[in-house]
């Protein structure tokens, strides 16, 4: 599912002789920052590693990942490289993207099955970008919930919505 990397944590304590090689943490993409802090303590309980190193570390490596693409592009690769259905709108005046809808197949088919109450939620312009984000939950008949679609949205217009 998600690949397990070894991450290389620097830290620079001033006295570079005297210490051990820098220690190394398996990084989950969905493993909490703190929880590999805890890792690496328990490994080495004299480690001088710090929460500042993992982000710092975890941040580097996200962008190794990213290369040298912007937000939008690694969104959109990453959409097709993982089999995502996807629509993007771009705005009239700009070549910017103004909406972007994805959703994953195996969701599409769950919601076509179980598609009698979908709800929607959104927040308001709370990401670093000022988008809306828009999510489709689906409930399944053994009250299961799961996630049908989410949207970029630069505006709630109707024309937006429609």
């Known amino acids: 599912m998600f690949p397990v990397v070894a991450l290389e944590v620097i830290h ?11 220690p190394k943490v398996d990084i989950l993409p969905t493993i909490r920052k ?20 993992i982000y710092n570390a975890c941040h580097m490596y996200m962008q190794s990942i990213r290369g040298t693409r912007t937000n939008m592009q690694h969104l959109l690769n990453s959409l097709v490289e993982n089999e ?7 705005d009239h005046d ?20 179980f598609s009698t109450v979908p ?11 000022r988008l809306s984000l828009v999510e489709f939950v689906g409930v399944t008949s053994t009250e299961y919930m799961f996630s049908i679609a989410f949207v ?9 919505v429609t």
């Open 94 to 113: 700009s070549d910017d993207v103004s909406d972007i809808l994805w959703a994953h197949p195996n969701d599409i088919k769950l919601f076509n099955t």
């Open 12 to 22: 620079d304590s001033g006295n570079a002789k005297d210490e051990d090689p820098p």
């Open 152 to 160: 970029y949205m630069m505006s709630k217009k109707e024309n937006n």
């Open 84 to 90: 995502y259905v996807y629509h993007c709108r771009k």
């Open 119 to 129: 709800v929607l939620d959104s927040t308001y312009k709370a990401n670093k970008y």
């Open 34 to 53: 703190s929880k590999m802090l805890l890792r690496l303590r328990k490994r080495n309980n004299r480690t001088s590693t710090t929460i500042k190193n």
